[in-house]
């Protein structure tokens, strides 16, 4: 199965119902041993798009993966990302924001950890939690701040969708290029997941008391998603859909999509000057002597 990223894309302008998005599609490999192929070929590919990112010095890239507890989002990082220079990539995941993060406005402390030209960030969750969890739960605005929040509450989403927005296209001009991957998981698969996590010793770490707290919130934190991304894949910063229930389809996705941007990106390495390729052929001569 060949894989399409614009049946992934959420279409400027488009409303989003998530039941109407699969979270388990028709594989894109044939075996176990197809599928590793197929993400080591996905993996060398990248690895060389981010030497050209970085030569170029033109482009950023910064990935954004949001989902649900126990979606994959640490496995695809690890797994896709896994050719790539370290030193010219980045990983951060926000947690629950310092008191210092929490004295200023919500974009502060992701702005801080943007890439610069010539890398690659990835925001493991993001800004966009600030209309996720804040909007599950209300009284997270309260600590942060914000003046006269219940009044405010019906027109604060939209407002923060807009400084979201602006923000992307102000990156997006600068040469940031933005992907945002939304890794659809089914409750029941979430269900299976956590067992799993019990179950298995070297994955108890992975599991609290507070994960399945937040399961029975499942129903607002959909209606959440699909608010935010209905709102906020643009042009400029589009949201891809990923089935997420088979983590191998989900990864090879994932790669795919990041490959196809890669690859649009107007790059090329430095051309020499007539003045370089002088330098250079006299520390030819000086070394061949």
């Not at 199965?1 to 109407?20: S, T, W, Y």
């Not at 992307?168 to 299976?192: A, C, M, P, V, W």
């Not at 029975?216 to 209606?223: E, I, N, R, T, V």
């Amino acid at each position: 199965m060949k894989i399409h990223p614009k049946e992934f894309r959420v279409q400027e302008g488009a409303a989003v119902r998530l039941d109407q998005w699969p979270t388990l599609t028709r594989p894109v490999y044939r075996s176990d041993k197809d599928y590793h192929k197929l993400l080591a070929g996905h993996v060398a590919k990248l690895s060389a798009l981010q030497q050209l990112l970085y030569a170029s010095n033109s482009h950023a890239i910064l990935l954004i993966f949001q989902a649900m507890d126990a979606a994959g989002k640490d496995g695809a990082i690890q797994h896709v990302m896994s050719g790539v220079n370290p030193q010219g990539c980045q990983v951060y995941s926000f947690k629950h924001p310092s008191a210092t993060e929490l004295e200023h406005d919500f974009l502060w402390r992701t702005t801080r950890d943007l890439p610069a030209r010539g890398r690659i960030g990835i925001f493991n969750r993001s800004y966009y939690e600030e209309v996720l969890i804040a909007r599950v739960h209300p009284e997270i605005l309260r600590n942060e701040g914000v003046p006269d929040p219940p009044a405010h509450d019906k027109t604060i989403w939209h407002e923060r969708y807009r400084s979201i927005m602006d923000l992307e296209r102000h990156l997006d001009r600068n040469g940031t290029q933005i992907i945002k991957f939304y890794l659809h998981l089914s409750k029941e698969e979430q269900r299976k997941r956590f067992l799993a996590r019990i179950d298995e010793p070297t994955k108890n770490w992975k599991f609290s008391a507070a994960d399945l707290q937040e399961r029975g919130f499942w129903d607002d934190y959909q209606a959440a998603y699909e608010a935010c991304l209905s709102a906020t894949s643009t042009r400029a910063a589009p949201w891809y859909i990923v089935p997420a229930d088979d983590k191998q389809n989900t990864r090879l996705i994932v790669s795919h999509i990041l490959l196809d941007t890669l690859k649009s990106l107007d790059m090329a390495y430095p051309v020499a000057t007539r003045e370089r390729r002088a330098e250079l052929r006299a520390i030819r001569k000086q070394l061949e002597t």
